[in-house]
């Protein structure tokens, strides 16, 4: 891989791994971040559900499934990696991106709102979050993977770590059984997870259209983070997908693509 250059003056080893479905469309394509310890293909049935209308463009973010593995894992440079595949795709996306790549999209859109027609942030606001995940890393870093001939070893060996099963599935996706490793930069993502909880102080905001699509049975999007994210978006909208968990894609894929087509083609 040579080095891509960004218009916005980034270097990197390679563009963030893509996974792209369906053609160009007179739409702007829609790029879709995942979370932490998520990946492209975590998205797979929603991107290939709204990949009717428009050209989606899953990535894996650095430091997760195929895309690069750098030390630094900070919102600037997350940004800045999206902004290049945007680069790359024609210069204009709608965004959709949970948790970690939610923050992810709010500072590409502070950053370099250009890029941007309309963003979604789902599940997460741009606040700094105390609780860590810090005990999935360790989880995960527990697995004796020399031990693991599939999928369902390491889900044994994760619930006996305590992790339920809903995330015992999320992550062994992200487990190459064969090659006996995780498809995560675990050191590196337990090192930055301050910076992961938290979120860069950007003297900026952008007025583009913004919709923060939350599940009704989660609290990372609370009442009173309302005025902070109007300061920053300050034509945001708010909804709830009721019945919905932090995982609000994964626990209810229909609303949640519904939602999202409904405030992209508003």
Do not use: C
């Not at 990696?81 to 923050?103: N, R, Y």
């Amino acid at each position: 891989m040579g080095l891509a250059v960004s218009a916005h003056g980034g270097y990197h080893t390679s563009m963030l791994n893509t996974i792209i479905h369906g053609e160009p469309t007179a739409k702007p394509p829609l790029l879709i971040a995942h979370g932490l310890y998520g990946s492209a293909r975590n998205w797979g049935v929603i991107a290939r559900r709204l990949a009717d209308e428009r050209q989606v463009v899953a990535v894996d973010m650095r430091n997760h499934a195929y895309s690069m593995w750098t030390d630094q894992h900070s919102y600037p440079e997350l940004a800045n990696d999206l902004a290049e595949v945007i680069d790359h795709f024609g210069g204009m996306a709608d965004v959709v991106g949970h948790s970690m790549g939610g923050k992810a999209a709010m500072t590409l859109a502070l950053q370099y709102g250009d890029l941007v027609r309309k963003l979604v942030v789902a599940d997460i606001a741009p606040v700094i979050y105390s609780h860590s995940q810090i005990q999935f890393t360790e989880a995960m870093r527990a697995v004796d993977l020399s031990k693991v001939k599939r999928r369902s070893d390491a889900s044994e060996q994760l619930a006996k770590l305590g992790v339920e099963p809903a995330l015992q599935s999320f992550f062994t996706q992200s487990l190459d059984v064969k090659g006996q490793r995780w498809l995560l930069n675990l050191d590196v993502l337990a090192a930055e997870m301050p910076k992961i909880m938290g979120f860069p102080e950007l003297e900026a905001s952008w007025d583009g259209p913004t919709l923060f699509l939350s599940g009704s049975a989660s609290e990372y999007v609370l009442p009173e983070h309302r005025d902070l994210i109007r300061g920053l978006f300050p034509t945001a909208k708010f909804a709830k997908i009721p019945g919905a968990g932090h995982w609000l894609h994964a626990d209810k894929p229909r609303e949640f693509e519904a939602a999202v087509r409904a405030f992209l083609n508003a």
